[in-house]
């Protein structure tokens, strides 16, 4: 942040603190059970934990990780896997290991560094990886302190983009909580996510402390002049500048929802234990067994019909009552 003031100085520290503290946070032991034998001897730069079972813990829930590895060829999987990851990251892997005699089951989204500085930047087109990582999240394994440094300025990062973006797409004027609810809802909009209109509140509830110290924070760092009266925060945007940024948020929110088709479809070759995450859903949910061979174990979305199929058998599809 070359010539900034001190005020901008000061808040970027603070920032930086904050999220400092967010990853170094306490996770269960079970947690981090889990991560040791799944990185295995691979040496990934770092695995960050996120998601809704860090924001409310259920023994019966999936975990949520993103493996960020200095190199592609880091983590275990196959050359077609790591090409498709190159060209439309991330890769998503599915895994279920037993600890201290318990099943415990995990997706798993795999990042290279320099990918991931990229789609934390502010020139990203690509909303998915900044909005997950503006969110508190646990940095669950490390290489080392440089490893550590490096992930920190990406989640700094998705921060500074979630909070410039939380200004053009929030109100005129507003608290904190209402430009983040905003932010929040624009981008479930972009992923073509499937959420009740409640899920953006979700995303806050018990952290709102952190994210209304955040905001005005970003705000000062970023350079961007506002006012605030007691919880009521009014940025300085310009009409015409609000409008561009707008604009801007209408290209990120159709490319949105391409992407997440193209990775739909990508998912079909590359979702590695897919069909065993799916499987697992439905007999959650349903209490039906889906039985798998070896290619809809590897290939789960090309196999959809007929795994559809077989829960029509099951009865799954028959009016009750």
């Known amino acids: 942040m070359p010539h900034a003031s001190p005020l901008r100085l000061a808040a970027a520290g603070r920032i930086a603190h904050l999220l400092a503290n967010d990853l170094t946070q306490p996770v269960a032991l079970s947690v981090t059970q889990f991560v040791t034998q ?5 040496r990934p730069m770092g695995v960050l934990f996120y998601g809704s079972v860090l924001r409310e813990p259920d023994p019966e829930g999936i975990l949520d990780f993103y493996v960020i590895v200095e190199r592609l ?4 999987a196959g050359y077609m896997a790591r090409e498709a990851n190159r060209l439309l990251p991330p890769n998503v892997e599915y895994h279920e290991i037993t600890v201290d005699g318990r099943v415990m089951r995990a997706k798993v989204a795999i990042l290279s560094i320099a990918q991931f500085r990229r789609m934390t930047g502010q020139a990203t087109l690509d909303t998915t990886v900044w909005a997950r990582f503006c969110q508190p999240v646990r940095l669950v394994w490390v ?5 550590a440094d490096a992930i920190l300025a990406c989640i700094i990062r998705a921060v500074a ?3 410039r973006w939380a200004a053009a797409l929030g109100p005129e004027r507003g608290t904190a909580d209402e430009f983040w609810l905003a932010l929040f809802a624009h981008t479930y909009g972009a992923e073509l996510r499937v959420e009740n209109g409640r899920r953006p509140r ?5 952290a709102e402390a952190r994210y209304r110290a955040l905001l005005p924070d970003i705000w000062t760092a970023e350079g961007l002049a506002f ?5 009521t925060l009014v940025p300085h945007l310009a009409p015409t500048q609000r409008r561009s940024l707008q604009d801007g948020w209408w290209l990120r ?3 949105g929802r391409v992407l997440n088709v193209s990775r739909l479809f990508k998912a079909a070759f590359t979702f590695e234990g897919g069909a065993r995450y799916i499987a697992w859903k439905i007999r959650r949910h349903s209490g039906i067994e889906l039985p798998l061979g070896p290619f809809s174990e590897r290939h789960p979305l090309i196999c959809l019909p007929y795994l559809l199929w077989k829960l029509r058998q099951a009865g799954l599809f028959r009016r009750r009552g």
């Open 202 to 206: 979700t995303l806050l509830d018990g």
């Open 227 to 231: 006012d605030q009266d007691g919880a």
């Open 38 to 42: 799944m990185v295995g001897t691979a």
């Open 73 to 76: 060829e880091d983590w275990g």
């Open 253 to 255: 929110g159709r490319l």
């Open 161 to 163: 983009q979630a909070g």
């Open 143 to 147: 290489q080392g302190p440089e490893a």
